[in-house]
């Protein structure tokens, strides 16, 4: 990895989708390694996005997508995407893409980054697929063996829609300073014994000791992001 001052260099090319993973119902992992070479054709920091480019009904369209995979790993960068029903191009990568085709890609872009040089802890509050840029952080904190506390507070509705849940789960049993915290907000009908409803400005403070004191990332719909910085002022 390079150094934080180090600028990461920008590229523009064809990658291959080597792997398609299903997640959850309706979001899907994509891994995507270089044409013929073994190593990427670029690096990056964990929480930046790449730009994929594709021509659907005759037009040439383009989206960003937050690069979900660890620096550390050099053969491939792994996208996760949900499948929105409006959406044009997640639409077209979950029903059109597959292993082996190639996927014009620029990148990677974004300022939303941790490398753990800039705190000596990290607090990550997502909701939904927000949870990618989240989960690029800790795969390379725990990557390079990085001793600061890592909290993770996330949202989503059901167990079934847990993304990156038995990941996180070996992950915390192997790193004691990556703390996990999960709530379900219509936990009806499934089987979950945790926190149920959406996160409050009582259970932040009591899962967090000294919450404000730390460097805070938020990622998901604007409604959790917005609610989650208005519960952050209330406990200045």
Sequence with gaps: MRSRTEPVSKWSGQLRVCRIFDETPGVKTFRLAAENDIALPF????????????????????????????????????????????????????????????????????????????????????????????????????????????????????????????????????????NVFATMTRSAGTVWMGIKGRFNAEIINHLVPDITTRRIHICGPPGLMDAAVGMLKELQ
């Design 43 to 178: 690096t990056y920091y964990p929480g930046q996005f790449a730009t994929l480019t594709f021509e659907i009904n005759g037009k040439k369209v383009k989206r960003s997508y937050t690069i979900a995979s660890t620096p550390t790993q050099l053969h491939y960068c792994g996208l996760t995407v949900k499948r929105e029903d409006k959406g044009l191009v997640s639409r077209y990568l979950h029903d059109q893409i597959k292993e082996g085709d190639l996927i014009d890609v620029s990148g990677p872009n974004g300022k939303f980054t941790f490398t753990g040089e800039e705190a000596k802890s990290i607090v990550l509050i997502a909701g939904g697929v927000g949870i990618t840029p989240m989960m690029s952080v800790i795969r390379y904190l725990t990557d390079i063996g990085w001793h600061g506390e890592i909290f993770l507070l996330y949202c989503c509705r059901t167990t079934n829609d847990f993304i990156f849940r038995e990941e996180l789960e070996q992950l915390q049993e192997r790193n004691p300073n990556l």
